[in-house]
């Protein structure tokens, strides 16, 4: 495992669980219970091995992501935002394969901007602005989506998509995957 948190991991939902497809709210209390949900969510991404978690990935309709994720420097950036917007991008864009916790299945292939400024809030509600370049800058982006309900597959075209959906097994870290059925996913 790469990191530790006292946190309590918890259950990683799954594509097709509306949470995951609606926006957040907006985070105004910057108090423990919040500090203790950001704790949870790193204890989740390490057991899951993941390099970034959003709120409602652990089924909280919170607008609060992690992240512990090495950049096209291989510097490591370990961190939260909280309620974050993307204020700027720049090219080149890069073409890498791009997972979620979420899809557990096959990674695809996406094109994101090579680097990627998100401004939110820290934990005690100060204003931050985070930076940041290949990998970490894909994590960036892909975790704020999350917060406006957009998955990666969302970008992928309907043939692209459906190989995904219909690849997708449960990781043994996790419970068994929901009775959803493929088609239902595919036209979501
Ligand atoms: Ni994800």
Redesign the pocket.
């Known amino acids: 495992m790469r990191g530790d948190s006292p946190g309590q991991a918890r259950p990683v939902v799954v594509v097709g669980d509306p949470v995951l497809h609606n926006p957040t709210e907006p985070v105004t209390a910057f108090d423990d219970e919040l500090a203790g949900l950001l704790e949870d969510m790193f204890a989740t991404m390490y057991v899951a091995e993941?390099v970034?978690?959003?709120a409602t990935?652990v089924g909280v309709s919170r607008s609060v992501f992690v992240y512990d994720c090495h950049d096209d420097d291989d510097v490591r950036h370990k961190g939260h935002l909280i309620n974050p917007r993307i204020v700027a991008t720049a090219g080149p864009e890069q073409r890498i394969e791009e997972?979620?916790?979420?899809?557990p299945g096959p990674y695809a292939t996406l094109g994101r901007p090579f680097s990627a400024t998100v401004s939110g809030q820290d934990k005690q509600g100060n204003p931050i602005e985070v930076t940041g370049t290949g990998l970490f800058a894909r994590c960036l982006l892909?975790?704020t989506e999350?917060l406006a309900g957009t998955?990666?597959i969302d970008h992928l075209n309907r043939r692209k998509r459906s190989r995904v959906l219909q690849a997708i097994e449960p990781f043994p870290w996790n419970g068994p995957l929901p009775q959803v059925s493929t088609s239902e996913l595919i036209d979501g």
Not at 99 to 103: D, E, F, I, K, Y
């Open positions: 993941g970034g978690l959003a990935q997972g979620c916790l979420s899809v892909h975790e999350h998955l990666y």
